[in-house]
């Protein structure tokens, strides 16, 4: 498996001016988000958690079982300034949310594909990454099934 080039993605980064991307697994679960979760605290990654009366993170089902809160929220740092950071919106899709400025070069790149790999092998479904205003377009998909990153994929579709 290869990751994509920064002279194949550059061009839509330079474009974005800060625009918040999202990576997103489609098709989603509570059990998905659990795994997913437990797979991104596995990497020793630099993660925090904030919520209203909740010091420590609890379990994914206590987050969405109080999500009329809208407090919680989980940040998760796989390179030093690079933030992903879901707000755990719905348990139907995993999201999470980064700037496309703190994506800088290769090495930039490259944590957001390991972030995607990381995520889509722990729940078994593609994970992509795209502009939260232009959802449809993808930047960037990884399938764990074929261990492939595609870049301006087609829209998958879910099931």
């Known amino acids: 498996m290869q990751t994509p ?7 839509f980064f330079g474009r974005t001016n800060g625009q918040p991307l999202g990576v997103y ?3 989603a679960g509570v059990k998905d988000w659990e795994k997913a979760i437990a797979a991104v605290v596995s990497q020793g990654w630099q993660v925090g958690f904030t919520s209203i009366g909740r010091p420590d993170l609890p379990g994914v089902r206590e987050i969405f079982a109080g999500a009329d809160d809208l407090s919680a ?5 796989p390179l030093v300034g690079l933030f992903m950071t879901t ?3 719905t348990a139907d899709e995993i999201e ?6 703190d994506v800088r070069g290769q090495t930039g790149l490259d944590a957001v ?3 995607l790999r990381v995520v889509a092998q722990a729940v078994g479904k593609p994970a992509v ?5 232009l959802r449809p377009r993808h930047l960037l998909a990884y399938d ?3 261990d492939h990153f595609a870049v301006r994929p087609e829209t998958p579709r879910t099931g």
């Open 5 to 11: 080039r920064w002279s194949e993605v550059a061009d």
């Open 25 to 27: 697994v489609f098709g």
């Open 73 to 77: 929220s989980l940040s998760v740092q």
């Open 87 to 89: 707000r755990f919106s």
């Open 96 to 101: 999470f949310g980064l700037h496309s400025d």
């Open 113 to 115: 594909c390991t972030f």
């Open 129 to 133: 990454l795209t502009s939260e205003e």
């Open 144 to 146: 764990p099934g074929t």
